[in-house]
């Protein structure tokens, strides 16, 4: 027997996050009839710096880590994007991730580009020094780029407010003076803002009510499955419970816990605050995270990494409404698939970005050394990201297409508008 070259490869199809990036951007430039010059500047990364750098374990031996930061775009202002601390991170998903920042912020009405940093490492198994001098030495390595008028990072998988502290002292410490707007999601003693650590969360929340409310769909009692139970998935679930919503499965990357009658989020919190990890919380029944995605639920959340719902399992998800808290969650394959069986999928690019609309608050009032209240925060953030939900899904409606292609339209034609007031240099 003889195999043709157009035979499809066998088993199941794995997604280049930058590949689909750019597709998604090819796709919005094609809709907007985009000018050649243009989408040629605008599907590439401006700048990619790779960094390798050696750290002292605490037994005395070296190891020498790779890291990245990478500029998308600079047409609106100056880089905004997070820092990611995960053994999977590669340039290509740093790259896919910088550009996702450019559509957001522009999006969000935002004076900032698009960026993203990321180490290849797995912080849980570093001591807490450790993590410090590593952090120390990326932030030192990739100072070159970063800085309260040029590059302005943030945290995102596994970074806290501890990393951004140690980053915010590094580059103060090469200074000579303190400067608290290198960096954002900051602990509040050092120029934090109120509201950033549940900022993520709170967005997706108010972005999910919001669409439920469009949609027609009930709120109470709206059955929502959480993937991913950090900094994004925590909060969302823990305020649409609040607001009403059961919350029937959690998870992981060790794994999750469903109960259709409903899960404790509060306490699911604490026991992962306590252990680390879900594993062993008594509210509920164990399911794997393949399983959580196809549970017949009216939300999901996707919380955790990208390329979570793809081609292999679009067909099986059942939720009518899938609220991208996580960045790239869904492949373009997976778009079309969940299109075509008529779930409403809210993008990425507005659904997380409560998370940048407050840093740029914590950036605003680090400048100003003038610092708000809380609740005019979050009055602020709730008003914004109904603005990007409001624009990305009249703009859907008008063209005929789905919120995603809506929301690049709007966002890559202002990054496009920028780009042509402010000419090719020389
Ligand atoms: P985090 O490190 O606080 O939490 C990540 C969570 O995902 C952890 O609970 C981890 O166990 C879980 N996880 C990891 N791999 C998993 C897998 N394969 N299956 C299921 N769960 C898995 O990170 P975070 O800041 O909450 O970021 C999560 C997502 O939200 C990322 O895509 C990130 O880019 C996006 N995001 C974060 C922010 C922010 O402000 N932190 C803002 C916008 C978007």
Not at 166 to 179: A, E, K, L, P
Request: proline fraction near 5%; hydrophobic fraction near 40%.
């Amino acid at each position: 027997m003889t195999t043709t070259v157009s035979e499809a490869p066998a088993g199941p199809v794995v997604d280049n996050p930058w590949e689909n990036a750019q597709r998604q951007f090819d796709d919005a430039a094609a809709l907007l009839g985009l000018e050649p010059g243009l989408q040629a500047v605008l599907r590439q990364c401006k700048r990619e710096l790779i960094v390798h750098f050696p750290v002292k374990r605490d037994n005395g031996d070296v190891v020498v880590f790779e890291g990245f930061r990478v500029q998308h775009n600079l047409g609106l202002g100056p880089a905004k994007g997070g820092i990611r601390f995960h053994p999977g991170v590669t340039l290509d998903e740093v790259r896919a991730l910088a550009m996702w920042m450019t559509w957001k912020c522009a999006l969000s009405g935002l004076p900032y580009g698009g960026a993203k940093g990321g180490v290849v490492v797995d912080p849980k198994a570093l001591s807490l020094s450790e993590l410090e001098r590593l952090t120390r030495r990326y932030a030192t390595d990739i100072s070159v780029l970063i800085g309260p008028e040029s590059d302005i990072p943030a945290p995102d998988v596994n970074t806290t407010p501890q990393i951004m502290a140690w980053i915010m002292d590094t580059i103060s410490m090469s200074r000579g003076y303190s400067t608290p707007a290198v960096v954002t999601g900051k602990p509040l003693a050092i120029g934090g803002s109120r509201g950033r650590n549940t900022a993520t969360g709170r967005g997706v929340a108010v972005i999910t009510l919001l669409t439920c409310k469009r949609l027609g769909v009930p709120t109470s009692g709206a059955t929502v499955a959480v993937q991913g139970f950090g900094n994004a998935g925590t909060h969302a679930a823990r305020l649409l419970r609040e607001r009403g919503c059961v919350v029937t499965a959690v998870s992981d990357s060790r794994g999750g816990i469903t109960s259709p009658r409903g899960i404790d989020v509060d306490a699911a919190i604490e026991h992962k605050r306590r252990t680390g990890s879900l594993e062993g919380f008594a509210g509920g029944d164990a399911i794997s995270n393949d399983d959580l995605l196809e549970l017949p639920v009216d939300i999901l959340i996707p919380a955790a990494l990208e390329n979570q719902i793809t081609s292999n399992n679009a067909e099986r998800v059942h939720a009518r409404i899938v609220v991208e808290a996580a960045n790239g969650p869904t492949t373009p394959r997976a778009d079309a698939i969940l299109e075509r069986r008529g779930v409403t999928v809210v993008p990425d690019i507005v659904a997380n970005a409560g998370g940048v609309i407050v840093s740029y608050f914590e950036w605003v009032q680090d400048l100003q050394s003038f610092f708000w209240a809380e609740d005019e925060i979050n009055r602020r953030l709730e008003t914004m990201v109904e603005q990007a939900l409001t624009d990305a899904w009249d703009q859907a409606d008008a063209r005929r297409v789905s919120m995603r292609k809506g929301a690049y339209a709007v966002a890559v034609d202002r990054v496009a508008e920028a780009m042509r007031e402010r000419g090719i240099y020389p």
